[in-house]
């Protein structure tokens, strides 16, 4: 079971926002039955069942071992992943594109080149797992209080400089074999305070 899984499939999608299939991957964090189960989420066996199908037949649950009980066969089953997240490429149509408005003081921009590194890393997880590799990747996560908005102006200066000086210095346009990487700093409200700063 992998901590995260990434759902690019729109079908896969659909299932996996359905309340009771909700309930159903969260309680299969440990594996269950649909007799199991049944009792857990207030359902009918037989309509557990069929959730069961549905979530299986997208690779969002798989089969751990099946049990013979009398002359009935009780299939155990538990969800591929801890968690979730439904990739852009599941409405790839529609999917925030951070080229189209590439403001970058913009809530709306950050949220668009937030969805292209979901879309981004979930596509180098599963070509990972599918080759049973590791992705390389690094990230830094911290909080900052600006006393006022000034203040968090400069912050964004001076880290735009900052950035800026280690891409020139380590950017290699003609480094054969090199490979290149795709840096995303962001810094927004923790939560939302509406005083501005």
């Given at each position: 079971m992998f901590d995260?899984?990434?759902?690019?499939?729109?079908?896969?999608?659909?299932?996996?926002?359905?309340p009771t299939r909700v309930r159903l991957l969260a309680a299969l964090a440990e594996p269950g039955s649909?007799?199991?189960l049944a009792g857990r989420v207030g359902l009918p066996r037989q309509?557990?069942?069929?959730?069961?199908?549905?979530?299986?037949?997208?690779?969002?649950?798989?089969?751990v071992e099946e049990r013979r009980?009398?002359?009935?066969?009780?299939?155990?089953?538990?969800?591929?992943?801890?968690?979730?997240?439904?990739?852009?490429?599941a409405m790839a149509a529609v999917a925030p594109d951070p080229s189209r408005a590439p403001d970058r003081l913009s809530a709306r921009w950050l949220l668009a080149l937030a969805a292209?590194?979901?879309?981004?890393?979930?596509?180098?997880?599963?070509?990972?797992?599918k080759a049973n590799k590791k992705v390389a990747?690094?990230?830094?996560?911290?909080e900052v209080r600006f006393a006022n908005a000034a203040d968090r102006a400069?912050?964004?200066?001076?880290?735009?400089?900052?950035?800026?000086?280690?891409?020139?210095k380590y950017?290699?346009?003609?480094?054969?074999?090199?490979?290149?990487?795709?840096?995303?700093?962001?810094?927004?409200?923790?939560?939302e305070t509406g005083d501005g700063a």
């Open positions: 995260i899984a990434v759902i690019e499939d729109a079908a896969a999608a659909e299932v996996s926002l359905d649909a007799a199991s309509k557990v069942n069929y959730h069961l199908r549905a979530l299986e037949k997208h690779g969002l649950v798989e089969l009980k009398g002359n009935m066969t009780e299939r155990v089953l538990r969800a591929t992943a801890s968690s979730y997240v439904i990739s852009p490429l292209r590194l979901v879309k981004d890393v979930g596509t180098l997880i599963s070509g990972a797992d990747t690094f990230a830094v996560e911290g400069a912050f964004a200066e001076e880290l735009a400089t900052a950035v800026t000086t280690l891409i020139g950017h290699d346009e003609k480094a054969e074999g090199g490979r290149s990487h795709r840096l995303v700093l962001a810094v927004h409200p923790s939560k």
